[in-house]
């Protein structure tokens, strides 16, 4: 069964830095890309970021690009979003998301939250 | 970026209705579309991929159709459980973009 746990939400101040990790399990963490995608409370879903399954290929949405980055450790199945310099209007629930090759979202997290405020 | 729109913004429906939501992009993304369904206080669940075939596990009371810049999602008979938010996605090029969500609630 595929599962996926994100982790490292939490309260923030403005400025300021977190690490978000995704946990992986059931299925060949290396062979998928993966992204992240986030949802302001009471908003829509907002494409984040993507990396390649080898991870030496990332995107990033225009919003985040300079301030966030994705990696992930094949070894241990774990995706990571390191964000930085954070606004108010980061303020959302972080959902990581497995891509088919070359298609779809088809697996989802369960989403952490991270409330940016002072 | 393609920009993606959904309508409509909400409708309410009883259960047994036939719901129809509609999604277009403002390129041709070819098939590349899906539908989410999203739940309050959980994560979307992936309903529809390449615009028309039915995620595996997914009943197939619903359906997708499509194609090039205008996409439909249909509900054949709306049971409770399907009462939701519904999101169109074009994968066809970065940003993959959402549209902005249908909420379908109870008449």
């Known amino acids: 069964e595929v599962q996926m746990l994100e982790s490292g939400g939490g309260l923030v101040q403005p400025g300021g830095s977190l690490r978000l990790s995704c946990a992986a399990s059931?299925?060949?963490?290396?062979?998928?890309?993966m992204n992240w995608v986030r949802q302001a409370p009471g908003k829509g879903l907002e494409w984040v970021s993507a990396?390649?399954?080898?991870?030496?290929?990332?995107d990033y949405a225009d919003s985040v690009k300079g301030r966030f980055t994705i990696s992930r450790d094949n070894s241990k199945s774990i995706l990571y979003l390191q964000i930085n310099s954070l606004r108010t209007d980061d303020t959302a629930v972080y959902f990581c998301?497995?891509?088919?090759?070359?298609?779809?979202?088809?697996?989802w997290g369960q989403g952490t939250l991270v409330t940016v405020s002072s | 970026d393609i920009q993606m729109t959904q309508s409509p913004s909400s409708l309410s429906a009883s259960v047994g209705d036939r719901v129809t939501i509609t999604c277009r992009a403002s390129?041709?993304?070819?098939?590349?579309l899906a539908w989410f369904q999203q739940k309050p206080g959980k994560a979307p669940k992936s309903l529809i991929y390449?615009?028309?075939s039915l995620q595996s596990g997914v009943p197939s009371k619903f359906s997708g159709s499509g194609s090039g810049t205008d996409f439909t999602l249909t509900i054949s008979s709306l049971q409770p459980e399907d009462f939701a938010t519904y999101y169109c996605?074009?994968?066809?090029?970065?940003?993959?973009?959402f549209g902005p969500g249908t909420k379908v609630d109870i008449k």
């Open positions: 996605q074009q994968y066809n090029t970065y940003p993959f973009t």
């Open positions: 990396i390649s399954a080898s991870g030496l290929s990332t």
């Open positions: 390449a615009a028309s």
């Open positions: 059931g299925f060949t963490f290396s062979s998928y890309a």
């Open positions: 390129q041709d993304i070819n098939y590349d």
């Open positions: 998301a497995k891509r088919e090759v070359y298609g779809h979202f088809d697996y």
